[in-house]
């Protein structure tokens, strides 16, 4: 099979967790690669404390991904976790949007760097199982660079986006760019809640946390016989 059938073939969940992924996950590397512009911008920041106040979101995400990590592993609900994560960001990014220069930026930060840690490995937690919902372990590998592609897609087309409302309308600044991805994220925090029932409906509702009825029913034991 050909490399663009193997693509084509992948499952419908997979797809839209990729569409999901756009609106959520990807935005996340689409601010910091103007974070420190804006801190600089609104706050007033030189450019040395805007590089430093910035560098808080991955001194965060450093501390906390290897705790995230071995809550991820026990709670086993990516897509929640997802969806928690996003929120977060995004609630986050309207704080630093719509309060006065006057209120600190660091307590947003702070949480953006949490998110920053529960967003990607929920994420790539969910790329492997939207692939074997549909029975395919084999295609990991081109899950993953698919997802690698999506991702660089969306740093490719979106920023040119963002600095054309921060030309167009300079009384907003850089803040008209952080409710657009904020925005961004709500939209695809709803797109995020629909990939488990979708998974379901390809015949695998456990894959993403949910139970059909039939696997909630108690079985009988050898010792309830006994």
Known sequence: MSISARVRALPGAFW???L???????????FM?????YLHEKWALTPEDAGRVTAIVYGVALVVSPIFGLLLGKIDEPISTAVLGT???????LYMALVPAKLSPVPPIIT?????AIVPASIWLCVVRSVKSAGGDAEDGLAFAVATAVNSTTLLLTPPVLAYLHDTLPTYGYDSAVLVISFANLAGMIILTRVGPVSYLLGDSEEFGQSDS?????????????
């Open 16 to 18: 839209l967790l990729m």
């Open 20 to 30: 999901g992924t756009a609106f959520t996950f990807s935005q996340q590397y689409v």
């Open 33 to 37: 690669l103007f974070c420190s512009d």
């Open 87 to 93: 929120a977060i960001f995004s609630l986050s990014l």
């Open 112 to 116: 953006i760097g949490i998110s920053y």
């Open 214 to 226: 039939s696997s909630c029913e108690s079985t009988p034991t050898s010792s309830g016989t006994s």
